[in-house]
């Protein structure tokens, strides 16, 4: 099938046509996004002692969502750190980064005490050249179960267990701070 010149530059300049409005629409998302939403946040805790070894560790998980972006993004941190809670809310731990994403960047920083959750996301509108940069923060109120067992063994070690483990939560997170160059 042979397609004239005309066509095929009617349908050149309709695929760019519509991959701008496509990039606009990120754009005019981007400039409006006012929150984000986290879905399925757990924190869990575990403290495993054998005599005179220990297994400490927290774990918070979350996946965030960016109502400009079309993909999702998991957060995780494993924390050994054994202040209580693990998470002390100093230290900012990076998201996954999607393969064809690598201009965005998302970290969070979490205090189990206080419950604020701290989220730091930067994303481009690739096509249009465009890029954000958002700040925000949520206490999050987690209902938690804790867990302990203690024994001794055959050989006389003493042996514990004790885990906190939350209820996940979903929240909306408050852009407070949204920086673009367009």
């Not at 006012?34 to 927290?58: I, N």
Request: aromatic residues 8%; contains cysteine.
């Amino acid at each position: 099938m042979h397609l004239p010149a005309t066509t095929l530059i009617t349908l050149a300049l309709a695929g760019q046509a519509l991959s701008r409005a496509a990039d606009m629409v990120c754009t005019a998302a981007s400039a409006t996004t006012l929150l984000w939403r986290v879905t399925g946040f757990e924190y869990r805790d575990q403290r495993v002692a054998m005599g005179a070894s220990r297994l400490e560790y927290g774990l918070a998980n979350f996946t965030l969502q960016n109502s400009a972006l079309a993909h999702k993004t998991t957060c995780t941190a494993v924390s050994t750190r054994s202040s209580p809670g693990f998470f002390a809310g100093d230290v900012a731990y990076d998201c996954a980064v999607r393969p064809d994403a690598k201009g965005d960047l998302s970290r969070f920083a979490f205090d189990r005490a206080s419950g604020l959750l701290t989220i730091n996301q930067t994303w481009a509108c690739d096509r249009d050249g465009s890029r954000f940069g958002g700040q925000g923060q949520v206490r999050l109120s987690l209902k938690c179960s804790e867990r302990e067992q203690s024994s001794t063994l055959h050989s006389g070690t003493n042996y514990s267990d004790r885990s906190v483990v939350c209820d996940k939560v979903n929240v909306p997170v408050n852009i407070t701070y949204l920086q673009g160059t367009i």
